[in-house]
C-alpha cells in the first residue's frame, strides 16, 4: 500500500447573536446557526449553555468567548444603539445577560481556563463599528493555539494507507462523540455486563439524534481501557464516510486487527476477477481469524454504529453479515433507549 498525506480537519462552531455582531461575523467569513428566542432564552444563550458550558455548568474544552465592552458604545446615537445594547428600561435583559456573562466568567476561573476569556473595544465611527481586524486578529491567534493544542491531545501520526487513514477517522470520530456524552450509566453497564457474559448479538435503537453514537463510542472506549490479552474489541461507524459504509471494507479492517492482535501476516485480498466473490473471500478470512483468536483464547467483541449508513446492498438489508458472524446465536433483544 503507497503512504498518502491527509489533510487534518478541526470543526469549528462559532455563534453570536445575529444584528449586533453582524460586522464581526462578516469578517470572520463563517457560517453561523441563528434563531431566534426560545421560550424566554435566545438560540444563542442556549448554544452557550447547552454547547460552550455544556453539562454541570462545566467549560466544554477548547471553547473561546469574546465580550465586547460596553464603552464600544460611545458615540452611537439615537435608537441605533438599541440594535447594540438592552435598552435602558428592559432591567430583565441587562440582568439576564450580565448573569450570564459572569457564569461563564467565574467557570473559567474555577477551572483554571486563563485564555478562555476576552474583552475587546471597538470604535463607533462615521456610523460603523472600527478595529474589528484587531478583534479578528485576537479570535485568530486563539484559534491557532488551540489548534494546536488539539492537535497535540489527538495525535499527529501520518496514516501509512488507505485502511490507516479511516482508522485515524475513526478514532478523532470516537473523540468528539465521548466529548459530548452524559448519563446512560444503567444502559452503560448492562450493555458491558451483556457483551462480557453472552455471546449473542444486541441491538439498540432509537429516533435521530437521541445519542446512538455517542454511546456507541463511549461504550467502545469503557471495553477498550479494560483490554486485555484475551479480549479485543472491534468497533465500526457506517456513517463516517463513504468508505465505512462498505461492508467489505469493515470485514478488510477487522482483519487486519485481528491479525496484528494475534501476531499473524495478513494477507489482502484483492478484488480481482476470480470465480469466488470477493465478498465471500472476504467474509471466508474473517471467520477464519476469527476462529484463530477462539483457539487462542481471545474473545473479540463487535461494536456497530449507524447500521442504516451502510449501503443497501441484499448483504446490509437483511443484515446477512450480521447473521454470518452469529451463526449460533438468534437476535435477543431490541431495545429503545430513545425516550
Not at 462615521?126 to 479578528?136: C, L, Q
Not at 451483556?194 to 437521541?210: P, R, V
Not at 476462529?291 to 441484499?314: C, P, T
Amino acid at each position: 500500500m503507497n503512504k498518502i498525506d491527509i489533510w487534518r480537519t478541526i470543526p469549528i462552531f462559532v455563534s453570536s447573536t445575529f444584528k449586533d455582531m453582524q460586522a464581526e461575523r462578516d469578517y470572520l467569513n463563517t457560517f453561523l446557526l441563528l434563531g431566534n428566542d426560545i421560550e424566554g432564552k435566545s438560540v444563542t444563550e442556549l448554544e452557550i449553555l447547552f454547547g460552550a458550558l455544556g453539562n454541570v455548568n462545566d467549560i466544554l474544552s477548547r471553547s473561546l468567548f469574546f465580550f465586547r465592552s460596553s464603552d464600544s458604545y460611545e458615540g452611537i446615537q439615537g435608537n441605533k444603539k438599541d440594535l447594540y445594547q438592552e435598552k435602558d428600561n428592559d432591567i430583565e435583559k441587562k440582568n439576564r445577560l450580565l448573569s450570564l456573562k459572569t457564569k461563564i466568567q467565574q467557570i473559567c476561573e474555577n477551572k483554571g481556563y486563563t485564555q478562555a476569556v476576552h474583552e475587546y473595544k471597538l470604535r463607533w465611527k462615521d456610523d460603523k463599528f472600527e478595529g474589528i481586524e484587531a478583534w479578528g486578529k485576537l479570535v485568530f491567534e486563539n484559534l491557532c493555539r488551540e489548534i494546536r493544542e488539539e492537535i497535540e491531545a489527538t495525535g499527529t501520526s501520518q496514516p501509512q494507507n488507505l485502511h490507516e487513514q479511516e482508522q485515524h477517522k475513526l478514532d478523532r470520530f470516537i473523540y468528539y462523540q465521548t466529548q459530548r456524552f452524559v448519563g446512560r450509566e444503567q444502559l452503560l453497564t448492562d450493555s458491558i455486563d451483556f457483551l462480557h457474559n453472552n455471546d449473542q448479538a444486541k441491538i439498540l435503537t432509537a429516533f435521530s439524534g437521541a445519542g446512538k453514537s455517542s454511546f456507541m463510542c463511549e461504550l467502545y472506549n469503557q471495553l477498550s481501557s479494560h483490554e486485555n490479552a484475551q479480549q479485543m474489541i472491534l468497533f465500526h461507524s457506517a456513517g463516517i464516510s463513504q468508505y465505512t459504509q462498505q461492508i467489505e471494507n469493515m470485514l478488510q479492517n477487522w482483519s487486519m486487527r485481528i491479525c496484528k492482535k494475534l501476531n499473524l501476516e495478513y494477507v489482502e485480498e484483492v478484488d480481482d476477477a476470480v470465480d469466488e466473490p470477493f465478498s465471500n473471500r472476504l467474509k471466508e478470512q474473517f471467520l477464519t481469524l476469527v476462529e484463530s483468536a477462539k483457539k487462542q483464547g481471545v474473545k473479540i467483541i463487535l461494536l456497530v454504529d449507524a447500521l442504516d449508513r451502510f449501503q443497501q446492498d441484499n448483504m446490509a438489508k437483511y443484515m446477512l453479515w450480521l447473521k454470518l458472524f452469529f451463526q449460533d446465536c438468534s437476535l435477543n433483544q431490541i431495545e429503545d433507549y430513545g425516550q
